[in-house]
Structure formats: structure tokens, C-alpha cells
């Protein structure tokens, strides 16, 4: 899979894709970030990428011409371009799933207040949010986004089935508590059940927990099973 981030801070991403999991799967092919810088694709002589909205209001938006040029300098037809907007749909596990079937990502990052209406009007296809809240700029979400889907690439993450056996994936219930080494740490032990090898009593004791942990935070009554 293919993932080009368009952004006016490439420098932003260096951290988050050069460890662990992102690294790996970057060193083993499985996925391949390019960093896009739309300064690249200013047109006038002070490279200017923002500028005042119409009809006033406050802050700058990112000018069409950059952003376009931008996007249509990777894009091809099997690309799907994404921009991340506090304005999108919420981003769900589904949806990650989802975005890591297509073989290449353009993830367009929004600064300042926003960017110009026509670049979502011509160039994209789908905005997402990664939740109601306003960040400083948009790589973060992009960094969000290409972590959460990177993880469902198959071969990244070590044991196949991880990424689907994820909460939120099963039937959106939340994950039971889990424990590992000590058997017991400041004298909390470890559930006698977990420790006895009796696979259908553990299954059903995390499926317990798990619907009571779901009920706790989302209030919703897990579906009977
Ligand atoms: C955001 C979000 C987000 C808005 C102003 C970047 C910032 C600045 N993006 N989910 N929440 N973006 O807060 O996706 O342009």
C-alpha cells in the first residue's frame, strides 16, 4: 500500500513513521509513506499557500491552486484522497479496515482554519474526522489515520488475526482486562480463571467482563452474544 501525505509541515511526520510498527512495515515493503510538501506547488514568487476568506471571518485558508496541483501530482485512477477536517465522519475501525484495501492513500492535511471548498469539490473523495475536537494542524490526524490503518496491511502486525480480533472490531465490544507477569503485583492477583487453562470458563469469563466494560463506558447494552 501506497500512502502519500500531502502537508506544509513533511518535516512533522519524521518522529511517528521512523519507529516500531511503521518502520518495520515501511523496511519490509508492506507499505510505503511519501511525505508531499504543497509549498512545492505554490505559484507565486512568495510560494503563498494561504490566504483571507471571503466574506470575512477569522484566520487564513489554504488556497485551491497549491492543494490541487498537489493532489493531482501523485494521483492516478485506483487513488482514493482523503482530507482530514474536523468537518469529516467520525473515523471508525470499519473505516480503517476499509481505506487499507485500496493499494494508494492521498491523505490531504488541513491547516490554518480550513482549505478552499473547491479542492474537496474537484480532488477529494472522502473527508474524515478523527474526533470532535479542533487540533493545531491537520498532521496529526493524518499520522492517526495512517497508523490505525497501517495496522490491518496484512503482515505488519506480528500474529495475522490481531487487527480484526481488535476492540471495536468484534461486535464493537470493548476488550476484557488483561493481565500478564507477576501472578500478583501489590498484592492484586491475577483472576484465578485466567491462570487455570480452562479455555471455554476464560472465553466466557472475558466475555463477561468484556460486555460489562462495554456497558461502563458506553452505556449501551452489549448485543447478547
Ligand atoms: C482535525 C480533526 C482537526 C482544524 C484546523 C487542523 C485542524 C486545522 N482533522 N480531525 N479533529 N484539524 O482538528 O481531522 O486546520
Redesign the pocket.
Known sequence: MRIDILSLFPEYFQGPFAVSILKRAQEQGLIEINLIDIRRFAEDKHKRVDDRPYGGGPGMLMMPGPCVKAIRSVKSKNSRVVY???Q?KTLTAGKCEELSEHTHLILLC?????IDQRVIDLEVDEEI???S???T??CL?AIVLTDAITRFVPGVLGHKEAASKDSFQEEGLLEAPQYTRPEEFEKIAVPEVLLGGHHKKIADWRRKKSEEKTRQVTGQQPLPN
Open positions: 482530514l477536517t474536523p469529516g488541513g491547516h490554518y482554519e480550513g474526522s478523527i474526533g475536537y479542533v487540533l494542524n491537520g490526524p
